[in-house]
Every structure is written in C-alpha cells, then in structure tokens.
C-alpha cells in the first residue's frame, strides 16, 4: 500500500529577513528543549536550549522562547543566510536523556 | 575536540540478516543514546545508555538491541532485518543525562532489500 510520510511545514524567507520557527510540545512536566538544525545528509546540530524555567534565552543569532502555559516553543532566527536553509527540529526531554522530536520545519532562504 | 562518529556511514543488508553499528561519543561522555529517522516517522527514540547500562528504552521490537562498553563507545544491533528497517541510524553523546546538551553523529545509512 501507499506509505504516508510527515508532512513536513516549510518555511520561505528572503535572505536577510527574520525567520520563526514554532513547535507545540506535549508534555506539560517537559523542564528541558533542544534545538536542532539538520542539513540534508547529516546528523541534528545543536543549536540552542532552554531549561522550563526560563522563558527566554539568546545565542548568536537566534533566540528561543518558551511559552509553558500553552506549551509552545520558538526559535527566530535574525538576518537569515542562505546557510540557515535546513529542517529545524524542536526536541522535549521526557525522561533521562530520551528526547521527543517534533517532525520538523523545512526552511528555505531565498537569496 | 572529535566530536561523535559513527560508523560505517551507510550500509546494505539484506532481510533476515544482522547488523551491528557503532558510535564512538564525544571524550568525556557518559550517556549514549540512539534514534531512527525515517520519512515516515522522523525521529524516534530507541535507547539510551549511560555507564554501560541501559537506562531508558523506546518502543521498538526486541529484535533491537544495544550495548555500552567501559570507553562509553556504543553498539546497536538490529537482527533479522526487514525492509521496515531502512532509515538514518544516529547516535547522540551527552555529558551526562538529564538537561545537558546532546550531540549527534552524522548517521548510519542502513538499507535493507
């Protein structure tokens, strides 16, 4: 039969503008986040983390936000390059080091 | 610093056979743990080992199956493959569990036909 794959949400952005990313997660006791970009042909890379109990943090470039009451993360990416073309994942620890992975947003930079 | 290779990068079997794949983690790391991605179904935990134990295991058949040597290098082996089975097999190291920052490796390409 016909296998059915994630559909995966796709981002478009013009080189220079500002991206968003978003991810609902599902466990409410969930007190750690991942960001990973994954290129094609490579493994998830590391991007930033949050811990549950804060609601804001920085890194070169992008900034997560964590949203508990409704259970919503974010990842905006400042002055987007060519380079951040990738599938962006958000990952919940739901118990030692076992990760939930959302199913990704494919982002797209236009030069 | 090296960081977590895996080996080999990919990989052809045929169904009914075995593979054993391995992941070497960052110097240092105590916690390795390992994950399917398939189109079908991203990312999906399978193990995680922390001091040659296994401490956390996903919901797959027990024809997975996995170990952790005194080095913190890890092994995972699939037996009697199924076509089911072909997807990207990655391996992530961590300092140690519980809130600290997971590294990836590229990934094992494992193919079964």
């Known amino acids: 039969g016909e296998s059915v794959g994630l559909h995966l949400p796709t981002l478009s952005v013009q080189e220079g503008d500002n991206s968003i990313i978003n991810c609902a997660y599902s466990n409410s006791a969930s007190d750690y986040f991942i960001w990973y970009k994954q290129e094609s042909g490579k493994g998830p890379q590391f991007i930033i983390d949050i811990r549950s109990n804060m609601d804001k943090r920085q890194g070169q470039r992008v900034t997560v936000l964590l949203n508990k009451t409704v259970k919503h993360l974010s990842l905006q990416i400042a002055a987007t390059q060519p380079g951040d073309s990738a599938v962006y994942f958000c990952?919940?620890?739901?118990?030692?080091?076992?990760?939930?992975f959302g199913t990704g947003t494919s982002l797209t930079v236009i030069p | 610093k090296a960081g977590v290779t895996q080996t080999p990068r990919y990989l052809i079997k045929t169904r009914g056979q075995q593979v054993t794949l391995s992941c070497s983690p960052i110097?240092?790391?105590?916690?390795v743990s390992w994950y399917q991605q398939t189109p079908g179904q991203g990312l999906q935990f399978l193990f995680e080992?922390?001091?040659?134990?296994?401490?956390n295991k996903g919901n797959f058949p027990g024809r997975f199956s996995g170990r952790q040597f005194s080095n913190s290098r890890s092994e995972m082996n699939v037996s009697t493959l199924e076509l089911g089975d072909s997807a990207l097999y990655l391996c992530?190291?961590?300092?140690?569990?519980?809130?600290?920052?997971?590294?990836f490796g590229q990934g094992t390409r494992l193919t079964v036909v």
């Open positions: 990952a919940e620890e739901m118990t030692g080091n076992q990760f939930y």
């Open positions: 110097s240092g790391h105590r916690s």
């Open positions: 992530a190291s961590s300092l140690e569990s519980m809130n600290t920052e997971a590294f």
């Open positions: 080992y922390f001091s040659e134990t296994q401490r």
